[in-house]
């Protein structure tokens, strides 16, 4: 096997605390328990590779043979019904299981050869040959080591386990051969603790839309010690952008510079050397710049379109990474008076409720935004679309951009507990934060991140007859 290569298997805190919840409660006393997870395989790059869960099933104790605290048995009618629903559609599949004791666990002999065997049975009996992941956990599934089998069963490698918001890579950028002034740069913001720092240092940042608010963003989150980014903006600056974008100048208009590179100028003042930053002059919709978001830890999207906005959830969806949504409006009241809103969305990692469910994207104007010009400009003749940019203005955009950069603070630190999703609403000038009572937005049955049917725990009385039930193959 390629020992080059960094494999993780990242699943959302959300979906690992029912999961963990449903094989604790699947026990009695302190049998051994198992659990499976049934994965996507993300080829992040040439050197890195991730597997995100879609499914998880957990058997309950009428699904076993034999369990015990030295080991157990399915029931061959469960394993048929895993084989025909979940390995059939081609993931590939993870086995999580249990040893009795609390310390760091280690897998055993017969882990060792029932695992070889399987690997072997499942590569050899599905035409998508599936890979299997192993995973044990000590009693209470708070130590863990994990490995990946090659598709004979002879050889294994080690698997990275994240079951938190980011997954921070080790092979990332060190932060320890930094010089002594760029350390000292931070030192203002050590009472945030120096693992903090090296996360922030470490983070890439998919940044969508480079306008306003993402300028204000870009500078706020750079100087906050972020300085791996993957801009995405197909616009060049106007001199109507000069009133909102920090160190923008008429000459950079004159020049016709794009956007992504105004930012990566800024950026680059602030960082003389470390800082990667790949920037892409076109729009998300791009197969390039969908590839290169897919890269990232995080992505923040700072657009003032539907159709960006609707992609990017998707993408924070399909990879399983956190989405940052930013954005600002004006509007006039009947006596004349200006009402400001700001709003920051993040949606829970992993699904639950997202931009769809929380009536941020619009689904019609973002069908329109993605059709030919002569559809556009037949639904502005009967005003489905304005035809004219919203208002914006920078003290408000920097109301926005700032409290999305301490978002991000709060999540990458630890402070800002994030899971159920956060939806906060700035409004002036009455100066109040209202904050969305999350629990409205859940949406089982959303066409987007709709979470029904895909995590369950099965008995055996739930479970139809199979095609594969001749298969002899019995899980330990």
């Given at each position: ?22 094989m604790l409660k699947s026990r009695m006393f302190n049998e051994e328990v198992i659990g499976f997870l049934f994965c996507q395989r993300h080829q992040v790059s040439k050197r890195q590779i991730r597997y995100i869960p879609k499914t998880w099933v957990v058997p309950a104790s009428d699904c076993y043979e034999h369990q015990s605290a030295s080991g ?20 590939d599949v993870v086995h999580i299981h249990t040893h009795a004791g609390r310390g760091l666990p280690d897998f055993s002999y017969i882990d060792d050869r029932y695992e070889s065997e399987y690997a072997r049975f499942i590569a050899s009996s599905f035409p998508k040959k599936p890979r299997l992941i192993s995973g044990v956990f000590n009693e209470n ?336």
């Amino acid at each position: 096997m390629n020992k080059s290569l960094a494999i993780s298997l990242h699943i959302s805190s959300k979906m690992w605390t029912s999961f963990q919840q449903s094989m604790l409660k699947s026990r009695m006393f302190n049998e051994e328990v198992i659990g499976f997870l049934f994965c996507q395989r993300h080829q992040v790059s040439k050197r890195q590779i991730r597997y995100i869960p879609k499914t998880w099933v957990v058997p309950a104790s009428d699904c076993y043979e034999h369990q015990s605290a030295s080991g157990l048995v399915l029931k061959q009618h469960f394993h048929s019904y895993l084989l025909e629903n979940h390995l059939q559609p081609g993931l590939d599949v993870v086995h999580i299981h249990t040893h009795a004791g609390r310390g760091l666990p280690d897998f055993s002999y017969i882990d060792d050869r029932y695992e070889s065997e399987y690997a072997r049975f499942i590569a050899s009996s599905f035409p998508k040959k599936p890979r299997l992941i192993s995973g044990v956990f000590n009693e209470n599934l708070q130590s863990c080591q994990f490995r990946i089998w090659d598709r004979k069963g002879r050889d294994f490698e080690d698997v990275k386990f994240c079951n938190s918001l980011f997954e921070i890579s080790e092979n990332k950028q060190a932060i320890n051969n930094v010089n002594l002034n760029y350390d000292f740069m931070f030192a203002r913001q050590k009472i945030f603790g120096e693992t903090n720092q090296k996360a922030l240092n470490q983070l890439k940042v998919g940044l969508i839309g480079c306008g306003g608010i993402g300028s204000i963003f870009a500078e706020l989150l750079g100087r906050l010690g972020v300085k791996n980014w993957v801009l995405i903006d197909p616009d060049i600056l106007e001199t109507v952008n000069l009133n909102r974008m920090p160190a923008a100048t008429q000459e950079m208009v004159d020049q016709r510079w794009h956007k992504v590179h105004y930012i990566k100028h800024l950026i680059k003042k602030i960082y003389r050397e470390g800082s990667c930053v790949k920037t892409i002059p076109t729009s998300v919709e791009s197969e390039l710049a969908k590839q290169e978001i897919a890269t990232c830890d995080l992505i923040v999207v700072a657009t003032d379109n539907h159709l960006s906005r609707k992609t990017a959830q998707e993408l924070a969806l399909q990879y399983m990474r956190p989405l940052v949504c930013l954005g600002t409006h004006i509007d006039v009241k009947p006596d004349n008076t200006p009402r400001m809103y700001s709003r920051i969305t993040v949606p829970p990692l992993g699904g639950g409720w997202c931009l769809m469910c929380g009536n941020i994207i619009n689904l019609q104007r973002a069908a329109l935004e993605s059709a030919p010009l002569e559809i556009n400009q037949m639904a502005a003749s009967v005003g489905y679309l304005e035809g004219v940019n919203d208002p914006a203005v920078f003290w408000l955009n920097s109301i926005c951009a700032s409290t999305g950069v301490g978002v991000i603070h709060g999540m990458v630190s630890g402070f800002l507990n994030v899971d159920s999703g956060i939806d906060w609403i700035y409004e002036f000038p009455g100066n109040h934060w209202r904050q969305t009572n999350t629990e409205y937005l859940q949406n089982d049955d959303c066409y987007f991140c709709g979470m029904k049917g895909l995590e369950e725990v099965v008995h055996n009385s739930d479970l139809e007859s199979s095609d594969l039930e001749d298969s002899d193959f019995i899980l330990w």
